[in-house]
């Protein structure tokens, strides 16, 4: 799950300015897994949507597509474990917020639907793990 979490995240610099996230936003996106993260701000939900847009995730109808959402977690070491699991959680916390008509609001509370999932199934990758990898990474440049 931090492969692809991280992985996820490559396309936030991108959406930054469409989403009109503030430089204290994007910061704040980074502790999405720590368990007092908020899901308040309609521009988080916007930079999903971005996001989930730039990998080609979503259908014309905001909604998630299946197949590319597989392919791209299975990109991932491990993915081939997760993708079902994952794309399942997505689209159960799908159907309970359908009716939401603004799509940043939707996709926002869809994020906190499944993160609330993937803690409870034990999937969520903790922040000392995710901030390994971002030192690691920042070293090897």
Same mark, same amino acid.
């Given at each position: 799950?931090?492969? *692809?979490? =991280?992985?996820?995240? +490559?396309? %936030?610099?991108?959406? $930054?300015?469409? &989403?009109?996230? &503030?430089?204290? +936003?994007? /910061?704040?996106?980074?502790?999405?897994?720590?368990?007092?993260?908020?899901?308040?701000?309609?521009? %988080?939900?916007?930079?999903? =949507?971005?996001?989930?847009?730039? @990998?080609?995730?979503?259908?014309?109808?905001? $909604? !998630?597509?299946?197949?590319?959402?597989?392919?791209?977690?299975?990109?991932?070491?491990?993915?081939? =474990?997760?993708?079902?699991? !994952? *794309?399942?959680?997505?689209?159960?916390?799908? %159907?309970?917020?359908?009716?939401?008509?603004?799509?940043? =609001?939707? *996709?926002?509370?869809?994020?906190?639907? @499944?993160?609330?999932?993937?803690?409870?199934?034990?999937?969520?990758?903790?922040? /000392?793990?995710? !901030?390994?990898?971002?030192? !690691? /990474?920042?070293?090897? $440049?």
């Amino acid at each position: 799950m931090k492969d *692809v979490t =991280l992985g996820f995240g +490559e396309a %936030l610099q991108h959406c $930054r300015e469409e &989403s009109q996230l &503030s430089e204290d +936003e994007m /910061e704040e996106f980074f502790h999405f897994w720590r368990e007092d993260f908020k899901f308040e701000q309609r521009a %988080l939900g916007c930079a999903l =949507l971005c996001m989930s847009r730039y @990998f080609d995730l979503l259908t014309d109808s905001h $909604r !998630m597509h299946h197949e590319n959402t597989d392919r791209f977690i299975k990109s991932f070491p491990n993915g081939e =474990l997760l993708s079902q699991q !994952m *794309v399942d959680i997505i689209h159960e916390c799908e %159907l309970q917020h359908d009716a939401e008509p603004d799509h940043c =609001l939707r *996709v926002l509370r869809i994020a906190e639907c @499944f993160k609330g999932a993937c803690q409870h199934r034990g999937i969520a990758p903790t922040m /000392e793990q995710l !901030m390994a990898e971002f030192i !690691m /990474e920042a070293a090897a $440049r």
